[in-house]
């Protein structure tokens, strides 16, 4: 157990609907990173938040949007879903200095979101 | 921006035998190099990682080596085992920037 959390385990929805994965980190990290994961394809990130505020952006699409809140949980909203976003979507945390020394990203066990 | 190629996609190894698994990065100023595994259908694990002030770090089975002139750096595996079985991502980074850049992936299958 890496110590950060993310629900729902699964989820099942249709084209065109949104819905918001969550993301705890473990206690004491700043930093949340987000990673899709199609089937059988790398790890892809998304985005980063570093104490509530967007600190690195990567091929993240304008449909999906993420927020880190003051208890430092984070969320991961998509909207208009695709086929195409059906995907493993894992969270991860570090300590997360800003500027400083990089350490390992935790992950957390991944929510697997099927899109029909 | 930060581009990691992992070579090769898929590896397959009698069990007892070696497994080196490589990597190139393009920005001469990432400084972390980090190595996870993923069993199927779970998250990623590191498994072991490496600065760019060492050329090489060894953890039982385990060694990565880095070759910064170069820019890339490989994950040796020795005698391997059928739990070895999994998918290998590399990564790097630039410690200011945080933003983690992972390599394609290569699928190890140990057989026995």
């Known amino acids: 157990d890496s110590g950060v959390t993310q629900t729902p385990k699964h989820l099942i929805t249709a084209t065109g609907q949104r819905v918001t994965l969550r993301c705890s980190p473990r206690?004491?990290?700043?930093?949340v990173y987000w990673y899709q994961q199609s089937l059988d394809q790398g790890l892809q990130f998304l985005i980063q938040y570093y104490n509530g505020e967007e600190r690195a952006k990567g091929n993240i699409l304008e449909r999906f949007s993420a927020q880190q809140f003051p208890d430092l949980h984070s969320e991961l909203n998509l909207s208009s879903l695709e086929l195409g976003d059906s995907a493993l979507y894992f969270c991860?945390?570090?300590?997360?200095?800003?500027?400083?020394?990089?350490?390992?990203?935790?992950f957390g066990p991944g929510t697997r979101l099927t899109v029909l | 921006g930060e581009n990691v190629e992992q070579h090769p996609s898929t590896l397959s190894v009698q069990e007892g035998d070696s497994a080196v698994i490589k990597c190139t990065y393009s920005?001469?100023?990432?400084?972390?190099f980090p190595w996870y595994k993923q069993e199927l259908g779970k998250r990623p694990q590191l498994i072991i990682d490496?600065?760019?002030?060492?050329g090489e770090k060894k953890d039982q089975r385990i060694a990565v080596t880095l070759n910064k002139t170069a820019k890339h750096f490989s994950l040796h595996i020795t005698e391997t085992q059928p739990e070895d079985s999994a998918v290998y991502f590399c990564a790097a980074i630039k410690a200011a920037g945080n933003k983690l850049t992972f390599g394609g992936g290569t699928r190890v299958l140990v057989k026995p």
């Open positions: 206690s004491g990290d700043l930093s």
């Open positions: 490496i600065r760019s002030n060492v």
């Open positions: 991860a945390s570090t300590p997360g200095v800003a500027g400083g020394v990089y350490n390992e990203q935790f």
């Open positions: 920005d001469s100023a990432s400084n972390y």
